[in-house]
């Protein structure tokens, strides 16, 4: 029996995997499990899709376990320059994503990643005697483990009704091309980065969008990113809680020059517009995220059926540690980390969030080590 | 980062610790309770920003507000000092504030992220360990603060008006003038570690006089009318603030005179206004900082440091000497930087080359550094003579 299995080998499974390497848990006790041994496989084609070239934060910008040092002294020593550690204490430092994936890579290489993985889909998790029961595999063969981390990812893309079938559609994050006019659906950061990207390339953009983007520097006040704010979170009745998790991820993209200046020539040119139609264009870019919602992840959609766990509209419901509180107990611990986490922290699916999840899960595991 | 206020106070009181312990270290080999109450005037005015103001105005504080906020708690602090007259010399105390505050960015930044996984995520908060610091920590100040103020000099009031002397000082204590304090037949210092501030000697054999006693401070004083020195001292170390010497009636008297001390602790002048008599400020042996004060009038020299004394001259303004501005002479080694020297008189009745109105001049074995000073209308700018030695900075 494993002492640790991580569901799901992307960045929020890659994280914690880190975490509990730092606190000296050894590969051999955990298992990850991942088609992708490759903890940016699913993370890399779609920042390479909107042509991300830097991480949004320095914070939200690597893996390591600790929140100090970032990347900046790694580049300011690979660069030999000091301009990273500057722009750090100003709190201007972004890693690029190349640093970013270098760092992944240095990790995964010596962390000991890839003995732990086992390439195999899962295709269920259930809570036995003392622990869980990973089915993985078109075999089906079972892996026994006494803390589970669901880090499922995204349970897709999302892609209007409307939308679907339509030969022109292509997603923001899938590779994609520009066509001479291009309709983007959305209104969020993925949306106004390609508008910009679209322009760059030369198309005359029309954005197609049901009301205003909000303009806010980060998705959620900063507080709810510590417990200053998360214990108010916590505190709030489901229904609120869920009404303010649907608040937070309305679209929104920072206010700025970077963004209001090429949309201002643009629109002055005649070259972008805001319709909602997306009648008569070539091409059409739904930059409308991901779904959302235990139910859409196979996995996750069958342990809440078989155990009867509890939810609250699309969220599944965990505690503030961002456990299942019906399957964890003093031996073992059924915990949440990514997208799906957000019943315990608004911003789960960051690497803030990731850390989050993980770093509590490493507190019950401590707690719980038995010899 | 944001804080919760627990994690405020116990990252405040973290980072607090160290620096709290350097000031406990530095107050026992000083022998003074400044770098503790400085220590405690700090921590406490960091907690009362960050309960009333921080906590409550900034939900989020980005890193670069440490530079705003740190300036706002050295203000804080300092008025803290003058509130409760802590006797901290201000360039220590900034420099002690400087290195505390760096500490606490560091270890806000890096170290207690590096030690504690969830330091950020937890509001700053310590764990069980902040827990037990802030139970604990409160109280070492307080014994330590107690013990500062039990173990004080007491302070004597002097009430306004005129006062007596010559008043003989022979234990450790506080003499606290009044405004408007008056002593007639001056102050005499036997005692180590007594303060005399806020008060006018008038008469007196000399003004004020300190005799074989260490950790004196004078602050506040003016000497008029005496007969000899304005502030004589032999073997003794000591500090004087502020102070006002009169010397115009009586040319043979000295007005500050610091002599013998070279085993003690460093004296220092600083602030102070001498006009007339024979020296404005001079030391005989003795190790000395003369430091922004204005001397003028004199009839000899304005500023002397002689006979093996050594120590710096600087940032003081000296005009209308007879015969020579600032003198180094005997053996003394004096640094004499950015000083103000204007209007020296040649004394041509002396008959003597060496009093033909130098503004700076050394002599007889005696070196000096020079740097940045203004000489202006001097006959005789800078001069070394009898094997003396000037070098520039």
Redesign the interface.
């Known amino acids: 029996m494993s002492t640790v299995a991580i569901v799901g080998g992307g960045l929020a499974g890659f994280v914690a995997y880190q975490?509990l390497r730092?606190?000296g848990v050894e590969p051999r006790e955990i298992v990850v499990f991942d088609p992708d041994p490759d903890p940016v496989g699913a993370w890399r084609p779609r920042a390479e899709a909107i042509r991300q070239v830097r991480m949004r934060s320095e914070?939200d910008g690597h893996c390591y376990?600790?929140?100090?040092?970032g990347l900046a002294p790694r580049e300011a020593v690979r660069r030999g320059e000091l301009m990273p550690l500057v722009q750090t204490?100003?709190?201007r430092y972004r890693p690029s994503v190349e640093e970013f994936l270098r760092h992944v890579a240095e990790l995964r290489g010596r962390s000991g990643w890839d003995e732990s993985v086992v390439a195999d889909r899962v295709e269920r998790v259930s809570a036995v005697r003392g622990g869980f029961e990973i089915e993985a595999g078109d075999g089906g063969s079972a892996w026994p483990s006494r803390h589970v981390l669901l880090a499922l990812g995204h349970p897709g893309l999302a892609v209007p009704g409307e939308l679907a079938g339509d030969p022109r559609v292509v997603h923001a994050y899938e590779p994609h091309p520009y066509a001479r006019r291009v309709a983007i659906v959305g209104a969020g950061m993925a949306a106004a980065t390609e508008w910009l990207n679209a322009l760059a390339a030369g198309a005359e953009v029309v954005s197609v969008r049901r009301r205003d983007p909000l303009r806010r520097a980060l998705n959620l006040?900063?507080?709810l990113?510590?417990?200053?704010?998360?214990?108010q979170f916590h505190a709030t009745s489901p229904s609120e809680r869920a009404e303010l998790l649907a608040e937070l991820s309305a679209p929104s993209y920072p206010p700025g020059q970077r963004w209001d200046e090429p949309l201002d020539a643009a629109s002055a040119e005649g070259r972008f517009r805001v319709t909602d139609s997306v009648d008569g264009e070539e091409q059409v870019i739904c930059a409308t995220g991901f779904r959302h919602g235990y139910e859409h992840d196979p996995v996750l959609h069958r342990l809440v059926e078989e155990h009867g766990l509890e939810t609250h509209g699309r969220w599944l419901v965990l505690t503030p540690h961002s456990t299942v509180a019906a399957l964890s107990d003093g031996t073992r611990t059924l915990a949440v980390a990514g997208a799906q986490g957000q019943w315990a922290y608004p911003a789960a699916d960051t690497l803030?969030g990731m850390?989050?999840a993980a770093?509590r899960l490493?507190r019950r595991i401590t707690r719980c080590r038995t010899p | 980062?944001?804080?919760?206020l627990r994690?405020r106070i116990e990252s405040r009181l973290a980072a607090a610790l160290l620096p709290f312990l350097a000031a406990c270290a530095i107050a026992l080999g000083l022998e003074a309770w400044w770098p503790v109450e400085l220590a405690a005037a700090m921590i406490g005015a960091g907690l009362a920003l960050d309960v009333g103001l921080y906590h409550r105005l900034l939900?989020?504080q980005?890193?670069?507000a440490a530079i705003p906020l740190g300036l706002l708690e050295l203000t804080a602090t300092m008025a803290l000092v003058r509130l409760f007259d802590i006797a901290a010399p201000l360039e220590p105390a900034l420099w002690f504030f400087v290195a505390s505050w760096a500490l606490a960015q560091v270890l806000g930044?890096?170290g207690w992220?590096?030690v504690r996984?969830?330091?950020?995520?937890?509001?700053g908060?310590l764990g069980r360990g902040g827990v037990g610091l802030v139970a604990l920590a409160p109280t070492f100040v307080l014994l330590v603060l107690g013990t500062a103020w039990a173990t004080r000099p007491p302070t004597v009031h002097l009430s306004a008006g005129v006062h007596q002397g010559p008043i003989v000082i022979t234990t450790s204590q506080i003499l606290d003038g009044e405004p408007g304090t008056i002593v007639r037949g001056g102050v005499v210092v036997r005692a180590d570690d007594v303060t005399v501030r806020d008060l006018a000697v008038i008469g007196g054999e000399y003004g004020i006089e300190v005799d074989r006693a260490d950790g004196v401070r004078l602050e506040n004083v003016s000497v008029s009318d005496a007969k000899l020195d304005g502030i004589h001292a032999r073997r003794s170390s000591l500090t004087i603030r502020n102070c006002r010497i009169d010397s115009l009636g009586n040319p043979w008297a000295q007005g500050i005179d610091i002599s013998f001390s070279n085993d003690k602790h460093p004296s220092r002048v600083t602030g102070c206004t001498v006009v007339g008599g024979l020296e404005g400020i001079v030391t005989h042996f003795t190790m000395a900082m003369i430091d922004r004060n204005h001397v003028s009038r004199t009839t000899l020299r304005a500023i002397s440091m002689t006979e093996m004394s050594m120590g710096e001259i600087h940032d003081n303004e000296v005009w209308d000497a007879l015969g020579v501005g600032i003198f180094c002479n005997d053996m003394s080694m004096c640094e004499i930087e950015d000083n103000v020297v204007v209007a020296t008189r040649p004394d041509r009745a002396s008959g003597d080359a060496a009093r033909a109105g130098y503004g700076v001049l050394s002599s007889f074995h005696a070196e000096v550094e020079l740097g940045d000073n203004e000489l202006a209308t001097n006959p005789v700018p800078v001069g070394a003579v009898a094997d003396a030695h000037i070098v520039d900075k």
């Open positions: 975490t730092a606190a914070s376990p600790r929140s100090f040092p204490a100003c709190n006040p900063r507080p990113f510590s417990k200053r704010g998360l214990e803030v850390k989050y770093r490493l | 980062m944001s804080y919760t994690g939900p989020y980005p890193a670069w930044h890096a992220p590096l996984l969830t330091y950020a995520e937890d509001g908060e």
